[in-house]
């Protein structure tokens, strides 16, 4: 594939950069190219942590990062994708230590200051849950002071976790992610696809229908009509830089092979192809709170349903898109914070 800035677009409100060279934590090359000297300056950093992860394939390293020191409300951040990278939370750094909240980034296994091993058997909900379990032990989180946020595709995993290991957390939160790949596929075919001026829809399904997703007028077509309506809602030039630098860190294999091309749907190849657990959230019992935006990817209206679902749910609506912490942080981390210190004081009663 060709190396542009914006190569392909995806659902979980992701862009790919195909041509980035690709590495791995374990066997670095220090000093010999741009990017190694990038990613061992970033190993260096305050607060990082590199956890070796266990797998059917080997151990790999995740690369991690504490923000802060709270022993109570400490909070791990689950980035979209599958194969984005924490870069996308970046900006929590301007408002969770000023309310004494820690928090964790962390970059899954195939992300770009991971360790990226190129292993399709490891692309799977069960691996990543099993991974996200070992970042917890190896960061001494547990039930008196485990917040997981997952956004996007990191809230399927956030709710994949909490089905099986509930019971080491002391909150969660699902930001802009449905219970319901079929759900959400409705909803974006169903609706926001009217919303699309009738000959652009079309000229874009045309498009899909050759499978030519490397098509430039594919790539124009959605950024001008669809992702600053949905995605981020600002002109182009005026995304953040950590946003454009997550999507251009973007690992495109794992990426396709989980979600697909198409942006009006999950590819019938991909593995995440009729994911649904809206029917097991009833399950979940610990305190949790279901973030969508009002111009959202996902349905707003399902995501505030799914609070209603979990046994102590709490729903917030922004007045943004799927990256609601750029486009409405003053709704987005109040309640965000409001709802981690509130869990707090009731558990400390």
Not at 184 to 209: F, R
Request: aromatic content about 10%.
């Amino acid at each position: 594939m060709k190396s542009t800035f914006y190569t392909l677009l995806l659902v979980t409100g992701f862009l790919m950069s195909c041509g980035k060279e690709q590495k791995t934590m374990s066997t670095p090359q220090v000093n010999t190219t741009t990017l190694d000297r990038t990613i061992t300056e970033h190993n260096n950093e305050e607060g990082v942590k590199i956890i070796p992860i266990t797998t059917a394939k080997g151990t790999f390293n995740v690369w991690t990062k504490r923000v802060g020191n709270n022993p109570k409300m400490k909070v791990l951040l689950l980035h979209g994708g599958p194969g984005s990278t924490h870069e996308a939370f970046e900006c929590f750094n301007d408002f969770l230590p000023n309310a004494n909240v820690e928090f964790i980034l962390y970059d899954q296994l195939e992300s770009y200051h991971s360790d990226q091993p190129n292993e399709p058997s490891l692309w799977t909900t069960g691996h990543f849950v099993e991974e996200v379990e070992q970042v917890r032990k190896a960061l001494n989180l547990d039930q008196d002071n485990f917040y997981l946020l997952g956004q996007s595709w990191g809230g399927i995993l956030a709710m994949e976790y909490a089905l099986k290991y509930q019971d080491h957390l002391k909150g969660l939160i699902i930001s802009n992610m449905m219970a319901s790949i079929p759900e959400y596929e409705n909803y974006v075919k169903g609706t926001l696809a009217h919303q699309l001026p009738k000959a652009v829809y079309n000229e874009i399904m045309a498009i899909e229908a050759e499978g030519d997703y490397e098509n430039p007028r594919y790539n124009e077509l959605l950024m001008t009509h669809y992702y600053t309506k949905h995605v981020l809602r600002m002109p182009l030039e005026d995304w953040p830089e950590p946003v454009t630098r997550s999507f251009n860190h973007m690992n495109p294999k794992i990426y396709i092979h989980m979600q697909g091309y198409s942006e009006f749907g999950i590819t019938d190849n991909a593995s995440l192809k009729g994911w649904d657990v809206s029917h097991r959230l009833k399950e979940i019992t610990v305190p949790t709170l279901m973030i969508g935006g009002q111009y959202d990817t996902m349905d707003p209206n399902y995501m505030q349903w799914m609070s209603t679902q979990v046994k102590d749910g709490q729903s917030l609506t922004t007045q943004g898109s799927h990256l609601s912490q750029y486009d409405d942080p003053k709704n987005y981390f109040p309640g965000l914070i409001n709802f981690i210190k509130a869990v707090n004081n009731k558990t400390q009663k």
